[in-house]
DNA sequence: CTTTTATATCGTAAGATGCCGATATTGAAA
DNA sequence: TTTCAATATCGGCATCTTACGATATAAAAG
């Protein structure tokens, strides 16, 4: 499995992705209020709602987790769901002996 | 032991530190040149010389390592030795649950 | 004391990042 | 086909980062 090391801890390198990658870890805790299924992933408009940011700067946020690899998007009509991508995330735990 | 996880993030958002850390654990293979034991550390001058970069650059990226902890130092003389902080360091991958 | 060597710090410029509001896009609904 | 809702993208600032050369500091050597 190849992994853009450096894109994965540059995404890292920010406090806020951190956050959002723990909350998409028990999107029931933190999005029970989704109306589809939480196995979809979280939307984007649920996750904007738990940063206290605007609403682009949370979508741009998104797009460096998702350029690093370590979330997925998927897309189904108007909603973007996203989810943490386990495999990437632990490939990377695990190459990182540092 | 509490740890500036952020400070740590940040730290090893840069390839340069990144490499740096790399050198230091096999410090017998990349500074072997260097005439004082290796057990102190490796000091400033030899990193210097490994990194493509300016004398004030790299004192720079060590002092970076140094405040997020990752490195410790060690003033000989003239010398200012660095090595890993190995307790620190495990801690951060221990804690590092993503 | 003066010079040399090793390293740190300062001032600065270029580029990257983070944030915002505004606008574009996409799909659903009316 | 107009409108609405969800999300992405754009343009623009402000701040942070990285790099440099120049200078300061500290210790050793002469």
């Known amino acids: 499995m190849q992994m853009d090391i450096d894109a994965i801890h540059k995404a890292l390198a920010s406090p806020m992705r951190r956050q959002i ?40 946020h998104l797009a460096t987790l998702l350029k690093a690899g370590l979330i997925t998007s998927h897309r189904v009509g108007q909603w973007n769901y996203f989810k943490r991508d386990e495999a990437t995330i632990q490939a990377f735990i695990d190459q990182m002996t540092l």
Chains 1, 2 share one sequence.
Do not use: M
């Not at 723990?22 to 408009?45: D, I, M, N, R, T």
């Open 21 to 60: 990658l723990a909350w998409l870890k028990q999107p029931e805790v933190y999005f029970s209020e989704q109306q589809h299924p939480l196995s979809l992933g979280v939307c984007a408009g649920l996750i904007d709602r738990r940063c206290a940011l605007s609403q682009s700067t949370v979508s741009a």
